[in-house]
């Protein structure tokens, strides 16, 4: 703790740098994932093969993918960013074909008979309906995201794994308890936060 | 080569040694919760807090305390091996039916006969897909213990890195992608095989 007392600012630029490497990350994840999950949802027999293979990828060891990506983009921020985004797409375009299954049949069928075009049905009837289900796929993305860009301080030099690897070169034990308890203090705050933005969608 | 299959040796030992670890532990924390009312939402709770820690977080908040090697990676891997499993074990027996639980014991069965009979069997299929979870999960996370000194499949990837050797970075990828996807395959269909017939 003495690490977070000593240099407060330098980590909160660390934390800052993850949460943006993962935000962004997540914004672009999902600009891929929600169409893809919405392609997949409306075509069931293409669907498990969609998400097997993005399982399959997903069950690969984040250390060997970016190792991968570190040799084809070389080192600095674009490995991380792009494991980040090939990751969630597993648990968020699931989330999406979960959710939109999950939508009552009679109130899309209800709305097509009220003139509604595909469009006003995906908008107004499934996407509310399938949003709970949405939202708890980004925040399992949002968790496993920010686990894996730990991974950043050791190809990347960003984020909060910046702090536990300088800490093990340098052998200050203070400076890798600082990063992993202020990574892990992240991931329990927005598991939480997301868990609250579920549950009001939820019941509205 | 031959190094790669020792590290493979290695990285099966790391994550082995944590799954039996995380069973020994998690397995009686799951029955508890799904038991005792009272209990359920603590050990819930700490299971959920434990499933949104980073796994190299984990590996390394205990390095101060155990230092490196394969005993504090094996310690680590455990931890976190433990919540999937607790969670699905729980899942699982609440799950049985309460009228499997209602005519077992209209025959006569003591409960600790109606646990190992009716419960066991029926929560099992439930209560693998959690240990299929850790198993992948652990065989993953298993590769950050090159970090603390741990070895494994992780030391290789480590190395072809630093020595920007394509091809032993290459296999190490695979090797351990092939051993998770192995293991996520085969508890899978193990898992259907232990599933009660109806």
Redo the contacts between chains.
């Keep these: 703790m003495s690490y977070l007392a000593s240099h407060p600012l330098r980590v909160a630029t660390l934390l800052g740098g993850h949460v943006e490497i993962v935000a962004v990350a997540l914004a672009v994840a999902l600009l891929i994932a929600v169409p893809l999950g919405l392609f997949a949802a409306r075509r069931p027999r293409l669907s498990p093969w969609l998400l097997g293979t993005l399982g ?1 990828i997903y ?7 970016l ?2 990506l ?2 084809a983009f070389g080192l600095g921020f674009a490995p991380i960013f792009v494991a980040l985004v090939v990751y969630a797409q597993f648990m968020l375009a699931r989330n999406v074909v979960a959710g939109i299954a999950g939508v009552d049949p009679a109130q899309v069928d209800a709305a097509r008979g009220l003139g509604m075009s595909p469009l006003q049905v995906l908008l107004r009837v499934e996407f509310p309906q399938a949003l709970p289900v949405m939202i708890g796929g980004v925040r399992i993305a949002a ?1 496993a995201m ?2 894996i860009a ?2 950043g301080g ?1 190809v990347g030099g960003v984020g909060l ?1 910046v702090l ?2 300088n800490g ?1 070169t340098l052998h200050q ?1 203070q400076m ?2 600082a ?3 202020t ?2 203090a992240l ?2 705050a927005v ?1 939480a936060l997301l868990r609250l933005v579920e549950r009001r969608f939820a019941t509205a | 080569m031959a190094e790669l299959w020792a590290h493979v040796a290695q990285h099966l030992t790391l994550a082995g040694a944590a799954l039996a670890l995380a069973l020994l532990a998690g397995l009686p924390l799951g029955v508890l919760a799904a038991e005792s009312a009272g209990l359920r939402g603590g050990v819930l709770a700490l299971a ?2 434990g ?8 590996l ?2 205990l ?2 305390w155990l230092g490196v090697g394969m005993a504090p990676a094996i310690v680590a891997l455990a931890l976190l091996a433990i919540p999937p499993i607790v969670i699905s074990v729980d899942l699982a027996i609440r799950g049985v039916p309460a009228a499997a639980l209602d005519a077992a014991a209209g025959m006569g069965m003591t409960p600790l006969q109606r646990f190992a009979r009716v419960v066991v069997p029926l929560a099992l299929p439930v209560s693998f897909s959690g240990l299929r979870t850790a198993a ?1 999960e652990t ?3 298993a ?2 213990a090159t ?1 603390i000194g741990a070895g494994g ?2 030391d290789e ?1 480590v190395r ?2 630093q020595t920007d050797d ?1 091809a032993l ?2 296999a ?3 090797v ?2 092939a051993l ?2 192995g293991a ?1 395959l085969a508890l899978g269909a193990a898992g259907r095989i232990v599933a009660p017939r109806t």
């Design positions: 399959a069950t690969i060891p984040s250390l060997a993918l190792a991968v570190v040799r968790i920010i686990a730990t991974l050791y794994g536990i690897f093990l034990p890798i308890v990063g992993s308890v990574a892990s991931a329990v598991d | 959920g807090v499933r949104t820690l980073p796994s190299l977080a984990v390394m908040l390095l101060p992948t065989i993953a996370s590769t950050l970090f499949l992780g990837i072809g890195l394509a970075l290459f190490a990828a695979a351990v992608a998770a996807l996520d």
